[in-house]
């Protein structure tokens, strides 16, 4: 079985600065990957990043990036920059099947 | 660049009809999935599919839900008489391995009245 917990339901940033969303995780699989999705208000669901837990590098895509703690299972999203457009929900995702957490609704202010 | 279709966007039903609901993953993936988007809640698993098989399902599936891919290149999702409950966005999802991207479909949004 597997869990994911996002304790901030709501967070916001200025336009340009960087926001930290949080993420731990439960799994029993020995070798799982981790993801962060972004749903915009049209409710598509849009994969911003992707860990692989046998990785020890922390994975990286343009502004976004992760903090991979595995002893904490512990998978926070990085956002530098942070723009506009990057207002919307996002949820972290766990393993094969994709346990979602219960999202973080972001908001980012002019 | 391929993408996984569903249709209809949004469909209204009455309470105890049955309704189909139709996705068209990206055709050389080989795992399929439905999810459940309770408005304001989080996704949630339905089922995934692989080899023409249910390869896991949740609780949340039960006897009233059904899925089948019936040609080889759609994937659909039956709900034999629904409930007002069942009222949600319903995605799709394809992946060609289990562990890679998983991509979404925009989604079909189902009302029960």
């Known amino acids: 079985a597997q869990t994911v917990t996002q304790s901030q339901p709501e967070m916001s940033v200025q336009e340009a600065e960087t926001v930290t969303l949080s993420c731990t995780y439960d799994?029993?699989?020995?070798?799982?990957?981790l993801f962060w999705y972004k749903q915009p208000p049209s409710r598509q669901m849009i994969l911003v990043i992707r860990?692989?837990?046998?990785?020890?590098q922390n994975a990286t895509e343009n502004r976004f990036s992760v903090n991979f703690q595995k002893a904490a299972k512990s998978f926070s999203l990085k956002i530098s920059d942070s723009q506009l457009g990057d207002a919307a929900m996002y949820f972290c995702a766990c393993g094969s099947r994709l346990t979602f957490g219960e999202g973080t609704q972001l908001t980012v202010n002019p | 660049e391929p993408e996984v279709t569903q249709t209809p966007s949004h469909q209204v039903t009455q309470m105890g009809q049955e309704v189909i609901l139709r996705c068209v993953p990206i055709?050389?993936?080989?795992?399929f999935y439905w999810y459940r988007q309770i408005l304001g809640q989080k996704v949630e698993f339905l089922v995934s599919f692989y080899n023409n098989e249910i390869s896991e399902k949740s609780e949340i599936f039960d006897d009233q839900f059904s899925v089948e891919r019936p040609d080889g290149s759609n994937f659909t999702l039956k709900i034999r008489s629904t409930k007002l409950e069942d009222s949600a966005m319903y995605f799709c999802?394809?992946?060609?391995?289990?562990?890679?991207?998983?991509?979404f479909g925009q989604g079909t949004r189902l009302t029960v009245v």
């Open positions: 860990q692989e837990a046998y990785k020890q």
């Open positions: 055709s050389n993936h080989l795992y």
């Open positions: 999802a394809s992946n060609f391995d289990r562990d890679t991207e998983a991509f």
């Open positions: 799994t029993s699989e020995s070798d799982y990957y």
